[in-house]
């Protein structure tokens, strides 16, 4: 590996491209030896061996060494404005309950909508409209976990109505029923398979986000499930692509069930009916080591009389603990039903039950 005019410690800019992190646009460039292509620090292009990597202060000095630039992240055009991106950033964190039009973001920070657009989705990835999305579905799931009621926390975490709540989280995580119904044709999905404290655990994704976790005997028989869930989908183990992704989400899902770590918070790409993202996102917005009934679910998605739909939705779930199915008992406070056991269920709750506060376990 060599350095030019190291303004930074090789070991910093190393980690820096290794995260891809946007933070360091504009301080340095690098270029890969074996392609002779520079890029930005944060280029999604695959990573590059450490000893086949060569820094640059900037673009002329890269092209006078020979090196051509990205077509991916194209680092001759102008560096994106970080400092500006997390000016807009803190702006909608300090309002996020309120409407925020673009128009209004780009006039606080004296850019051009499309402008203010591009550069905050360059810089964090995702559009403002998508960022405050989070932050509101962040601050409602907070507010139920401190005692709120579902309709108080809508209204505080700034949804405006019931149905946005469910809208949003359909346009963030779901996807269109055709997509659904075509089986994956066309897609390739990577998976991951680990022993965790549940058993055998296996986790795939698109590009999108985690589309299966599920918990097997075997990884022979999850990938049998994986098969049947996606038939027309291109399967491949997450060694023989660009797999990183995948090993630090599973790694990190793991780390919950075995270590009690925290639930990671993943990017999701759920596929099901309407009724059925309606399901799905409303557990994901039931706070840990609270139960619910299924009765309590149909109520909560709006349709109170479809507690047996809403369980045949919950027994459809292939989000193990991501989309937290096992905290849905029957009506009488039994357990019900889990599509991985219901030892398995009980365990989760268990666990889950143990990392309350005292004050939460009475």
Not at 82 to 87: H, L, R, S, T
Not at 180 to 191: H, K, M, N, P, Q
Request: aromatic fraction near 8%; glycine fraction near 10%; hydrophobic fraction near 40%.
């Amino acid at each position: 590996m060599k350095m030019d005019r190291p303004a930074l410690h090789a070991e910093e800019m190393l980690r820096a491209v290794a995260m891809r992190d946007r933070a360091y646009e504009g301080r340095f460039l690098y270029g890969v030896e074996t392609t002779r292509i520079f890029c930005r620090p944060s280029c999604p292009s695959r990573a590059a061996k450490p000893e086949n990597l060569r820094f640059f202060a900037d673009v002329p000095e890269a092209q006078a060494a020979g090196y051509r630039a990205c077509k991916r992240c194209r680092p001759e055009e102008r560096p994106f404005d970080v400092e500006k991106a997390q000016e807009i950033a803190r702006l909608i964190e300090k309002r996020a309950e309120e409407a925020l039009p673009l128009s209004r973001l780009a006039a606080a920070v004296g850019l051009s909508p499309t402008h203010m657009q591009k550069l905050f989705k360059a810089v964090f990835g995702v559009s403002p409209k998508a960022y405050q999305d989070g932050l509101r579905a962040r601050r409602f799931k907070e507010l139920l976990r401190d005692g709120d009621g579902v309709t108080g926390a809508i209204y505080e975490a700034g949804y405006g109505s019931p149905s946005r709540v469910y809208g949003e989280g359909r346009r963030n995580i779901g996807m269109a029923p055709s997509a659904y119904r075509a089986g994956g044709a066309g897609e390739t999905i990577s998976y991951a398979c680990r022993h965790c404290a549940l058993g055998q655990l296996m986790m795939a994704a698109t590009d999108r986000g985690v589309c299966f976790v599920m918990f097997g005997e075997s990884e022979a028989a999850l990938l049998d499930a994986l098969a049947a869930e996606f038939p027309k989908a291109r399967l491949q183990k997450s060694i023989e692509a660009d797999g990183e992704r995948l090993s630090r989400w599973i790694d990190a899902l793991d780390a919950h069930l075995s270590s009690r770590g925290p639930r990671p918070e993943l990017p999701l790409d759920l596929r099901g009916t309407a009724f059925q993202l309606l399901v799905w996102r409303f557990l994901i917005c039931i706070p840990e080591g609270n139960v619910v009934s299924y009765a309590d679910v149909a109520a909560g998605i709006g349709k109170p009389k479809a507690h047996r739909a809403a369980a045949s939705a919950c027994a459809a779930n292939r989000l193990a603990v991501l989309a937290p199915c096992h905290r849905v008992l029957r009506g009488d406070g039994g357990l019900g039903g889990y599509r991985w056991g219901v030892n398995r269920k009980r365990a989760l709750l268990d666990m889950e039950r143990a990392g309350l506060p005292e004050a939460r376990k009475r």
